[in-house]
């Protein structure tokens, strides 16, 4: 079952599968669902017509996209080569608990095809290629999407307090292209690949699996859980474990493609 959200001139409409879903039908409604009842409400769907190509992002404007950071290996050897703060990240990789923040609203995030960004006040910037558990209320995983975590490892890596500064800013999230519905044990090895193209020539390529992941997709969700609620549900990036060398920074006009297991985000610098 493959969900995405369309753009027509009226409104914004859901698919499932290519099918449009009825108007009334958000995705609030759906995870608000225990996990059990999902795959059954989604059936019960009448489905219309085809789908327009016109894809926004698959998350409803008031939805949080919350991010983990350091469940890599490869994320802790990068952050640490950035920063003169060199065992903070150790320490966040070996702790108990792991690196949780808020990333993005649904509103200000961008999906399949549009523009991502850099920073003007930053020198270094990479994508970093992210699995993106979709969560219900009830903090359970009922699927996922592709997740791009737009950082400036220049600023983060000047002072670790700067990471908001780093990670949150006008085009730095990107999810999409849907949300292919699964439980938490399809998610735990599936391949992720990163690819940037710069004119016609791919200047990087990395790859990775979800199987690398220092903590499992529940710890991540519970920790996140803990003293927050979710009523419409939440979108939680798992962290990266691709990062582009040390002398590699977006340029505008560069399309990143990551494809995780059967899909694929596109987006182009803008």
């Given at each position: 079952?493959?969900?995405t959200?369309?753009?027509?001139?009226?409104?914004?409409?859901?698919?499932?599968?290519?099918?449009?879903?009825?108007?009334?039908?958000?995705?609030?409604?759906?995870?608000?669902?225990?996990?059990?009842?999902?795959?059954?409400?989604?059936?019960?769907?009448?489905?219309?017509?085809?789908?327009?190509?016109?894809?926004?992002?698959?998350?409803?404007?008031?939805?949080?996209?919350?991010?983990?950071?350091?469940?890599?290996?490869?994320?802790?050897?990068?952050?640490?080569?950035?920063t003169?703060?060199?065992?903070?990240?150790?320490k966040?990789?070996?702790?108990?608990?792991?690196?949780?923040?808020?990333?993005?609203?649904?509103?200000?995030?961008?999906?399949h095809?549009?523009?991502?960004?850099?920073?003007?006040?930053?020198?270094?910037?990479?994508p970093?290629?992210?699995?993106?558990?979709?969560v219900?209320?009830?903090?359970?995983?009922?699927?996922?999407?592709?997740?791009?975590?737009?950082?400036?490892?220049?600023?983060?890596?000047?002072?670790?307090?700067?990471?908001?500064?780093?990670?949150?800013?006008?085009?730095?999230?990107?999810?999409?292209?849907?949300?292919?519905?699964?439980?938490?044990?399809?998610?735990?090895?599936?391949?992720?690949?990163?690819?940037?193209?710069?004119?016609?020539?791919?200047?990087?390529?990395?790859?990775?699996?979800?199987?690398?992941?220092?903590?499992?997709?529940?710890?991540?969700?519970?920790?996140?859980?803990?003293?927050?609620?979710?009523?419409?549900?939440?979108?939680?990036?798992?962290?990266?474990?691709?990062?582009?060398?040390?002398?590699?920074?977006?340029?505008?006009?560069?399309?990143?493609?990551?494809?995780?297991?059967?899909?694929?985000?596109?987006?182009?610098?803008?």
């Open positions: 079952m493959y969900l959200k369309h753009d027509y001139p009226e409104s914004s409409r859901w698919a499932l599968d290519g099918k449009l879903l009825p108007v009334s039908f958000n995705l609030k409604l759906l995870l608000e669902l225990p996990l059990d009842s999902i795959p059954n409400f989604l059936k019960s769907m009448p489905a219309g017509e085809n789908a327009n190509d016109k894809l926004l992002a698959p998350i409803e404007s008031y939805q949080e996209v919350w991010a983990c950071g350091v469940t890599y290996a490869r994320s802790r050897d990068a952050r640490e080569v950035e003169a703060v060199k065992d903070i990240y150790q966040v990789y070996e702790a108990e608990r792991p690196e949780l923040f808020f990333k993005a609203i649904g509103w200000r995030t961008v999906g095809k549009a523009s991502i960004r850099i920073r003007k006040d930053s020198k270094w910037n990479v970093e290629p992210e699995m993106t558990m979709v219900n209320r009830f903090g359970e995983i009922a699927g996922y999407c592709v997740g791009n975590d737009v950082s400036s490892r220049d600023i983060e890596g000047e002072n670790p307090l700067y990471l908001p500064q780093a990670k949150c800013y006008n085009g730095s999230c990107a999810i999409g292209p849907g949300i292919l519905i699964s439980n938490a044990d399809d998610l735990r090895d599936i391949p992720i690949v990163l690819e940037i193209i710069r004119g016609n020539k791919k200047i990087f390529e990395g790859n990775t699996r979800t199987s690398q992941l220092k903590r499992s997709l529940e710890e991540l969700v519970n920790f996140l859980f803990r003293e927050l609620i979710f009523p419409n549900g939440v979108f939680v990036m798992t962290g990266t474990g691709i990062v582009p060398p040390g002398t590699f920074t977006l340029h505008k006009g560069d399309l990143v493609r990551i494809k995780i297991d059967t899909i694929t985000l596109e987006n182009i610098v803008g």
